[in-house]
Each structure stands twice: as structure tokens, then as C-alpha cells.
Nanobody
Framework: QVQLVESGGGLVQPGGSLRLSCAAS????????MGWYRQAPGEERELVAT???????NYADSVKGRFTLSRDNAKNTMYMQMNSLKPEDTALYTC??????????????WGQGTQVTVSS
């Protein structure tokens, strides 16, 4: 089975930066799409950004111009550089990956999440 390991969250002051990582491992044949979701207390889960296998990215309007996705296929890892962070970015950020297993079965895997808190 596929497992995701997320890292990079923490406490940062407004205007600061963080870099989140999501590393996938397991019986993976290929990865189609990688993305980040976030959810703040009392709010619905929001899709933050996605990146496809050919490098196409999409961003929520709220983070466009501040967050940047990238992926390292050799490491099966996705990165999200977050700059100019605002208090409203505070949330639990969760990695999501879709792809195919070695037996060619398709999968969708979720990470446990990493907490980002933006506060002075």
C-alpha cells in the first residue's frame, strides 16, 4: 500500500515562509496527480493546489502568487513553497496523491497532515 510522509509545517510569523514536503512510498507504479488540501477549524476542506504528471499546476485564488508547487519524480516527493504567509493560511495541510500501483490498480492516498500556524 501507499504511504505518505508529510513534513515542513510549524509556527511562523505573518509574512514568513514555509516549505511543505510530501514523500510517497510503497508499491507505486506511477503517480498521476499530487496536491495539497487544507482545513481550518470550523471550515470545510479546501483544495489549495495540484500538480499533474506533466507539471501543470493549479492554485486556489487565495494562494495564487504566494504558493508554488513542484515535484521530484526521482524521490516521489512533492514540495509546496509558501511565501508571504497570512494568519488566514493557518490550517492542517494534507497531501493527496493519485496514481497506479504495481499491479496497475488505481489508488488515491491521503497523508496524516501537517499543521501550519501563522501568528505573531
Amino acid at each position: 500500500q501507499v504511504q505518505l510522509v508529510e513534513s515542513g509545517g510549524g509556527l511562523v510569523q505573518p509574512g514568513g515562509s514555509l516549505r511543505l514536503s510530501c514523500a510517497a512510498s510503497g508499491s507505486i507504479f506511477s503517480i498521476y496527480t499530487m496536491g495539497w488540501y487544507r482545513q481550518a477549524p470550523g471550515e470545510e476542506r479546501e483544495l489549495v493546489a495540484t500538480i499533474t504528471s506533466d507539471g501543470r499546476t493549479n492554485y486556489a485564488d487565495s494562494v495564487k502568487g504566494r504558493f508554488t508547487l513542484s515535484r521530484d519524480n526521482a524521490k516521489n516527493t512533492m514540495y509546496m513553497q509558501m511565501n508571504s504567509l497570512k494568519p488566514e493560511d493557518t490550517a492542517l495541510y494534507t497531501c493527496n496523491i493519485t496514481g497506479a500501483l504495481i499491479d496497475r490498480a488505481k489508488f488515491r492516498s491521503w497523508g496524516q497532515g501537517t499543521q501550519v500556524t501563522v501568528s505573531s
